[in-house]
């Protein structure tokens, strides 16, 4: 029991790292899927954007998730600077700096998301496309 208490925080950012970026994946499959000509022909039902939409929140709350874990994580010190500045960890300083990339590019996929109906479409749907390099970033 007491190796399990040691290990919760790591465990804990692992587990919804891999949680957020299986949902992040989910999350585009089916962004596809609604975009396809033989869904928009036949129209989209708001339940099936809904599941997009729940999708990428859930990534969201998985990713932050992810960093308190990192904090709470006694084995490598993660402060506000090594969570959000590239290069700024002594650990495995290109493997983390790729996964705050991503976590960029999350929040600006998902807050151009919020805003969708407020900016025009072309500036949305550009950045709705680095959902891609999120992917493969993360």
């Known amino acids: 029991m007491i190796a399990v208490t040691e290990k919760l925080a790591w465990y ?12 992040v994946a989910a999350s585009i ?11 928009r022909r036949r129209g989209i039902p708001a ?3 809904d599941l997009h ?7 969201v709350v998985f990713t932050v998730v992810h960093l308190l874990g990192l904090v709470a994580d006694n084995y ?3 402060g506000w600077s090594e969570l959000f500045v590239p290069m700024a960890s002594d650990w495995q ?6 996964g705050i990339v991503a ?6 996929v998902q807050i151009t998301s919020w805003l969708m109906r ?3 479409r072309k500036i949305w749907h550009g950045v709705h496309l680095l959902a891609y390099p999120l992917f493969v970033v993360g």
């Open 76 to 78: 490598v010190h993660f």
């Open 118 to 120: 407020r900016m025009p």
């Open 29 to 39: 499959v089916w962004g596809i899927t609604l975009s396809s000509r033989l869904l």
């Open 103 to 108: 976590f960029y590019l999350l929040a600006a």
């Open 93 to 98: 300083p290109g493997a983390t700096a790729w």
């Open 47 to 49: 339940w099936l954007l």
């Open 12 to 23: 804990v950012s692992r587990a919804s790292g891999l949680i957020a970026w299986v949902l």
């Open 53 to 59: 939409r729940y999708l990428g929140l859930l990534a």
